[in-house]
């Protein structure tokens, strides 16, 4: 595996690569979740490239940028066991100019993450589009586990017809069921007891639409009824372009949930 911390170097290395490319975009501490996009993109490409940048436009002011979790040389040790051709980590100050041109997340997805963190959707696809167009992948990997950022990085794609392909990658948890998250590092002891419930109303809410139940206030009461004891952000029951909906439609609909732990937001979701 390559290290590659300048723009240049990245560029030398991408203009000899005439193969597929399967892009992981991070910003590193690097799970479990992490692994299993690279492993994908391992098996569906010749080419795999990693990067791994604390992007600081997409942190809101007093968000945790900087006790973001970093893991530099732990996340260089996975990357090598997974066999990734090319790990690139750049320096903030090579990845942004001042005054430069912006990229703006449409009206519409200021709901759910959009409306509590307003922005942050801007700046996560104002760095992925500058990544995408340093490494031009074959493919982008992304988990469904940040839902909203996932269908907005599509449609992105889609707007600014970026021949890459997007490939969604399913939701990875600890075997009791709490989702992969570089943020878990923040709960002490009883704060990840308590985040088990999260996981436990979502499948709570599988089970009852596995018995027929269809209607999403019903579904709602039982999330909440378990989640009591939570600090619970929201409980949205969505369509695929994240409208609320009334009924359970079993080939689009998303259930995502966020509670809060301290000062550190959770969010988890489904995908029926
Ligand atoms: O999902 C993430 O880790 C980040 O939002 C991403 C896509 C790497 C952009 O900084």
Redo the contacts with the bound molecule.
């Keep these: 595996m390559k290290i590659l911390t300048t723009i240049e170097e990245l560029r030398d290395i991408r203009k000899k690569i005439n193969s597929s490319i399967g892009f992981v975009?991070?910003?590193g501490a690097l799970h479990d979740g992490h692994i299993s996009l690279i492993k994908k993109a391992r098996e569906e490409n010749k080419i795999v490239i990693v990067s791994i940048?604390v992007?600081p436009t997409?942190f809101l002011p007093g968000e945790d940028l900087d006790a973001y979790p970093r893991k530099d040389e732990a996340d260089k040790k996975i990357c090598n066991m997974c066999k990734v051709d090319y790990l690139f980590m750049p320096q903030i100050s090579s990845m942004y100019t001042e005054n430069e041109i912006k990229v703006k997340a449409p009206n519409t997805s200021y709901v759910l993450e959009g409306f509590s963190r307003p922005g942050h959707f801007d700046g996560?696809l104002q760095?992925?589009l500058k990544l995408f167009g340093l490494v031009l992948p074959t493919n982008a990997y992304?988990g469904k586990k940040?839902a909203q950022?996932l269908s907005l990085i599509t449609q992105m794609v889609k707007d600014f017809f970026l021949p890459i392909n997007i490939i969604p990658c399913e939701i990875v948890r600890e075997t009791d069921g709490l989702a992969l998250s570089s943020r878990n590092v923040y709960l002490n002891k009883k704060q990840r007891e308590d985040a088990l419930l999260i996981s436990k109303s979502l499948y709570a809410a599988a089970t009852l639409i596995a018995k027929e139940q269809r209607d999403v206030e019903i579904i709602k009461d039982k999330i909440y009824d378990i989640m009591q004891k939570l600090e619970v952000e929201y409980v949205a029951i969505v369509d695929r372009e994240f409208n609320e909906v009334s009924k359970i439609d079993l080939n689009n609909t998303i259930i995502l949930i966020v509670a809060r732990f301290g000062n550190t937001r959770l969010l988890d979701n489904i995908w029926l």
């Design positions: 975009p991070t910003m940048f992007n997409q996560v760095i992925v992304f940040d950022q």
